[in-house]
């Protein structure tokens, strides 16, 4: 392999684009932070019409994360044209080749097939909007992070998975669980942690085991009392885990002895 694809690989080239009407500003630290785990960012832009009050608290932001404001008027009351400059913007960087994926930071739906073109070009896209983001764009990104997980700093103690499955769009934890081990167990029913959720995250790309309250996604496993786990055969083996077998009752039971009355 090319010592240019190997760099792509190790660590991604990202384009993260904000649409600033639908995203806080106060969140722009997490953020990024959160996209760093996923590559560097060599391209930041915020688009909105920065002429006018409503995106004031922006303003100190763009300067301290080096973000570039992208100038778009609204040309008319009532039309949202921040979304097709950034579209525009989106499949100019997609043809110049420069970047290996894109950060689409937005809760709006319009944005739902740029995010499937993008992919369509075997780019990796990365969502990040509020839980209320419509499924059809959360759909189309290859992982989608929810706003609500930044603004608590990650995994919460006091958050559970009943709280979380309370939320829209957050699937129920043990069907999604029984669901993966069907696809990727193996030999006895064992898997490995990394198979499991490497098939979570492709079946729903918003699963993210800080909405239940764990930072990973081994801790998250060892609590859920229908899944036994097993620890590697080698030292530098994967954790290997499974659902716990169900032991069925006998259909007839042994008859009580009787006692025989001594005389």
């Given amino acids: 392999m090319k010592e240019k694809e190997m760099s792509a690989l190790d660590n991604p080239k990202l384009a993260v684009l904000i649409d600033a009407d639908n995203a806080s500003a106060s969140l722009v630290k997490e953020l990024l ?3 760093a785990k996923f590559g ?10 920065w002429t006018g009050q409503q995106l004031v608290g922006w303003k100190d932001q763009l300067n301290r994360y080096a973000i570039q404001p992208i100038q778009q008027f609204a040309y008319t009351k009532g039309k949202n044209s921040t979304d097709a400059s950034l579209i525009i913007d ?29 992919r369509e070009s075997r780019k990796v896209v990365y969502g990040l909007g509020e839980r209320k983001t419509p499924e059809a764009f959360r759909a189309a990104c290859d992982r989608f992070v929810f706003f609500e997980v930044l603004k608590r700093g990650g995994a919460n103690v006091e958050s559970s998975v009943a709280d979380a499955e309370a939320m829209d769009g957050v699937p129920d934890l043990e069907h999604s669980l029984r669901q993966a081990f069907d696809a990727v167990s193996r030999d006895e029913g064992w898997a490995t942690v990394s198979s499991v959720g490497s098939y979570m995250a492709k079946n729903n790309p ?12 081994s801790d998250m496993l060892r609590k ?7 620890e590697a055969d080698t030292p530098n083996g994967p954790l290997m885990v499974r659902l716990r077998p169900v032991v069925q009752a006998s259909a007839n039971p042994p008859a009580k002895r009787s006692r025989r009355k001594r005389s």
């Fill in 206 to 217: 918003s699963f993210d085991t800080r909405l239940y309250g764990f930072r990973k996604l």
């Fill in 33 to 35: 932070e959160e996209v």
């Fill in 90 to 118: 989106a499949m100019d960087l997609l043809y110049a080749d420069n970047v290996d994926g894109f950060c689409i930071v937005s809760s709006d739906s319009d944005f739902t097939r740029l995010a499937t073109r993008l």
């Fill in 224 to 230: 859920q009392a229908f899944i036994e786990q097993r």
């Fill in 40 to 49: 560097t960012a060599t391209v930041k832009r915020a688009y909105g019409d």
